[in-house]
């Protein structure tokens, strides 16, 4: 027989024993994965609305509530994608995980670009700034560059520390205090320049 072949069977055999007991551990009781500044359904927004419902019904089975500001608009539709895929692979594990059907599917990532924060356009000039580097490198780790414009200048310093809170939650290296301080004061000049602030 092909020494190839039998090494195939060997790792198909393996992981069938894996994944078996991995779908025992999940039947005993879903674990839920920690989200950053993870909702209860009343926080959603639009808490009374079909996407938000939907959102608590089926994310909230393996994980905490996403904010819908966690992503940018743009950035949902394949976030969305990836939990499908991650979904699919969890119910083939446990019969308590359900799977939102097509028209749910849809209202879902509605709902979600619907209350995504506003990413910088990839075709914005603002990308090719110096400073825009520091923004990019520490943002872009977990969602898109956020557009300055979007928030007063004076919430950008909460909005900053409150992300870098969550990478080291993440075990993701923290911002120092001079590139905390560069990515606030592009975002705040930025928009202080756009609005005339």
């Not at 990532?109 to 990839?122: C, D, H, I, T, W």
Request: hydrophobic share 35%.
């Amino acid at each position: 027989m092909n020494l190839s072949f039998l090494r195939l069977i060997m790792v198909l055999g393996i992981l069938f024993h894996f994944s078996n007991s991995m779908a025992g551990e999940w039947e005993k009781g879903i674990k839920r994965v920690v989200i950053p500044g993870g909702l209860t359904a009343d926080q959603l927004p639009d808490p009374q609305s079909k996407g938000a419902a939907l959102l608590a019904s089926y994310c909230g089975q393996c994980h905490n509530l996403p904010s819908p500001k966690m992503h940018s608009t743009g950035d949902w539709p394949m976030r969305f994608e990836k939990m499908m895929d991650h979904a699919m692979l969890m119910a083939g594990t446990s019969p308590d995980v359900r799977i939102p059907v097509d028209k749910e599917k849809k209202e879902l990532v509605s709902y979600l670009e619907k209350n995504g924060f506003r990413g910088l356009p990839a075709n914005s000039l603002l990308r090719g700034e110096p400073q825009a580097f520091n923004v990019m490198w520490f943002c872009s780790v977990c969602h898109a560059m956020p557009d300055p414009d979007q928030f007063p200048a004076k919430e950008w310093g909460k909005i900053v520390d409150r992300m870098n809170s969550y990478r080291k939650k993440q075990g993701r290296e923290e911002m120092s205090n001079s590139d905390r301080k560069e990515v606030i004061n592009f975002l705040v000049k930025v928009r202080q320049y756009n609005k005339g602030d």
